[in-house]
Every structure is written in C-alpha cells, then in structure tokens.
C-alpha cells in the first residue's frame, strides 16, 4: 500500500498543474477508490480517527456526485489529501 501512497500523493500534486480535464477525474476516481479501502483497512483495525478521515476524502473526492468547489479550493483539497497520505505513511507501522 506504500507504493500506491506515494503514486497518489505524486498524482494529487500533479493537480497543482494546469493538466487536462480527464487527469483531473482520473484522480478523483481513483483517490476516491484508494481512501475508500484506506478507511476500510483502518476501521478494521479499530483505528476509527484515521477510518474517519479516510471516508471522508473519500466521499469529497468521488466523481459521481461532483462537489463544485472551485480551482484554487480543490488545490488546497489536493494538498491536504497529499499531507494526509504522507502522515499516514509516517504514522502507520509496516507490518513485516
């Protein structure tokens, strides 16, 4: 799961960038899949604050039901997510 962290975290900065309006629900759809099974795996494991946090990107970023917040928000969104992904990266313990 490291790996695609750290894909996710590249693809959410690549946002900052003026890239095409399919990059843009690329991402959403697949930050929406990966925080989704992120908040699954947490509340599993009796971590309800990151289980939490998780769902709720998620439900921000999912593509169906598109929340219309604006081109410098959702930078500010994709920043935060990126950040959330980094820490959870640092925080979490490998399991071996």
Excluded: H, N
């Excluded at 969104?77 to 980094?86: E, Y």
């Amino acid at each position: 799961m490291k790996y695609i962290k750290i894909i996710l975290v590249t693809g959410l900065l690549f946002c900052l960038v003026d890239m095409p309006y399919g990059y843009y629900t690329l991402i959403r759809l697949a930050s929406a899949i990966i925080f989704g099974i992120m908040a699954v795996t947490a509340y599993g494991e009796e971590k309800l604050s990151w289980a939490i946090g998780y769902a709720t990107v998620a439900i921000l970023f999912q593509p169906f039901l598109k929340i219309a917040l604006g081109r410098e928000i959702w930078q500010i969104v994709d920043i935060i997510a990126a950040i959330l992904l980094i820490v959870s990266m640092i925080k979490t313990p490998r399991k071996e």
